[in-house]
């Protein structure tokens, strides 16, 4: 079985300052790595995967990921966030074809 | 392109009433997913077809709730009788060949 804990619900930040969403899992078998970015009333949108290869993965709009096998994590990090950075924001580790989701970290961004 | 299509957006009824919820994947895709979202339990794996045939639904609650996959265009999601434990959000999610699932916009469900 596999399980995925991101251990703050809610994270409050200025705007332009950085910002780290945790996010630690547990599996017995090679895993992917997902982060799902949930904007209010919208259904869930891939920000960034790890399947292989360089441990650092990042998106288009300035976030990145890096996957520790060691330590087991895949923490989300942005340098300097905007207002509409705001949203949920979901890990996920696949196994086969089932997708397992953390509880979700609330990122709010205020000026 | 069209993405995955939840309809309706909203639906609220009153507990005991038959629910259906249709999901119209990504052209293309060969397996579909069912979701539920709710405060306390997080995002749930409901149900998951492959090539139209229902590969697990070991996460389907209870037989009040059963899910048909008639086509490779088109899936439905039905709750009989409905109560008010079952509010939620549901969401469709569709995908090919190990690339990352696309899911819908969801339905909100309310059942008073």
């Known amino acids: 079985a596999q399980s995925v804990t991101q251990l703050d619900s809610q994270v409050p930040v200025f705007e332009e300052a950085p910002v780290e969403l945790r996010c630690n899992y547990s599996s017995s078998v090679s895993v992917y790595l997902f982060w799902y970015v949930q904007y209010p009333n919208q259904g869930l949108q891939l920000l960034l995967k790890?399947?292989?290869?360089?441990?650092l993965v990042e998106s288009i709009n300035g976030f990145e990921a890096e996957f520790n096998k060691s330590q087991t994590s895949f923490h989300l990090r942005k340098p300097s966030v905007h207002i509409s950075d705001t949203a949920e924001y979901f890990c996920a580790v696949e196994s086969n074809y089932k997708l397992t989701f953390g509880k979700g970290t609330l990122l709010t961004v205020n000026p | 392109d069209a993405g995955v299509i939840q309809s309706p957006r909203h639906e609220v009824t009153e507990m005991g009433q038959e629910v259906t919820l249709r999901c119209k994947p990504i052209?293309?895709?060969?397996?579909l997913f069912w979701y539920r979202q709710t405060m306390m339990r997080g995002l749930e794996l409901l149900i998951y077809f492959n090539n139209n045939v229902p590969i697990d639904d070991s996460g389907m609650p209870e037989d009040r709730f059963s899910a048909k996959m008639p086509n490779a265009s088109f899936s439905t999601l039905k709750i009989q009788p409905s109560e008010p434990r079952d509010s939620a959000v549901y969401f469709c999610a569709s995908t090919r060949g190990g690339q990352p699932q696309h899911f819908g916009d969801g339905t909100r469900l309310s059942i008073l």
């Open positions: 790890y399947l292989s290869g360089s441990t």
């Open positions: 052209s293309g895709h060969n397996s």
